[in-house]
């Protein structure tokens, strides 16, 4: 089904250096959390002066579309050497299991002499909203389904009381093309801490849409699902986001051409488009998302118009 975002404008960048020395520039993966009304506390993923990524988090007014608080310290920081978070924190959704809720991220390494990868590891979100690290070991890491590395995960509990996760995987660090074959997998789980991985789960076509990144999940209300990440081509082009449909959640339909939200003319986000986070506030459906730069000119608001 062909959609329709309209641009509400850019909601938080960090002005020149940021507020603290972890958080200097970038407001990547927005993830809200919310608070009361119409107050939501927006996580973000923002970098050192070495590229390293912590959390940090502002809180906005989703009505009025104004930060009325940035937190100027991080929530969480990248781990010390030798940790499979130590070189970032990107993060990706939250879900509730046995009365805590959780968030899950993907932790980077990036070796002097190796490949960077990822792994997804695991934060526990505490009533007052602070993050505190479930363990200091990846939540799931590479096996033979997902060989190399891994990134941003998606939970979603389901209406047949299980879990379903979307994540991406990557293949190759090169198809042929001179960019990598990252894809989005899935996996379920009857507890939220045990997963059952079942493969892939979006299809790629390469020179179109082989690098995928962040899947945002949601009910379509009429048993099936929607799915909005960030892709690139292969072919060149820098990320854009893209769409796909579900009856399943298991088999997806790509429908590039539907994704409802395209590049602005000029601005934060007129070469760059990724890293969307869909939610809906008050019987409207918003999505965060990036820009420019993987989020180094912040992050911006768009809400579903009709046709």
């Known amino acids: 089904m062909k959609r329709h975002w309209q641009k509400l404008g850019l909601l938080y960048c960090p002005e020149g250096s940021g507020p603290h020395e972890k958080l200097r520039t970038h407001a990547a993966n927005p993830l809200p959390v919310l608070i009361q009304g119409d107050l939501y506390r927006i996580f973000y993923s923002g970098r050192d002066s070495r590229n390293r990524s912590s959390v940090g988090a502002v809180d906005v007014d989703i009505m009025q579309r104004k930060v009325v608080k940035v937190h100027d310290q991080p929530f969480f920081e990248h781990g010390p050497e030798g940790t499979f978070y130590a070189d970032g924190v990107s993060i990706g959704n ?6 805590l809720r ?5 932790g980077w390494q990036a070796p002097t002499n190796g490949h ?8 526990v979100v505490k009533p007052d909203l602070t993050l505190e690290l479930d363990r200091d070991y990846p939540f799931i890491t590479t096996d033979m389904v997902d060989p190399i590395s891994l990134s941003y995960p998606w939970v979603m509990f389901n209406s047949a009381g299980r879990y379903d996760m979307w994540y991406g995987s990557t293949q190759s660090w090169d198809a042929g093309n001179g960019e990598m074959l990252h894809v989005i997998n899935y996996a379920s789980s009857e507890d939220g801490h045990c997963w059952s991985r079942e493969g892939l789960a979006v299809p790629f076509r390469l020179g179109e849409a082989q690098a995928f990144s962040r899947p945002t999940v949601v009910a379509d209300g009429m048993g099936g699902f929607e799915m909005w990440f960030s892709y690139r081509s292969g072919s060149g082009e820098t990320y854009r986001i893209g769409y796909a449909v579900s009856n399943n959640g298991k088999d997806w339909y790509l429908a590039l051409a539907d994704a ?4 602005s003319d000029s601005g934060w986000d007129s070469e760059m488009l990724e890293y969307p986070f869909v939610f ?3 019987g409207q459906r918003y999505m965060l998302y990036n820009g420019n730069g993987y989020g180094r000119t912040g992050f911006g608001l768009v809400v579903m118009a009709d046709e």
Do not use: P, Q, S
């Open 260 to 263: 409802g939200i395209t590049l």
């Open 94 to 99: 939250c879900y509730e299991a046995d009365g």
């Open 280 to 282: 809906d506030h008050k």
């Open 102 to 106: 959780y968030m899950l991220f993907m």
């Open 116 to 123: 960077w990868r990822g792994d997804v590891g695991r934060l």
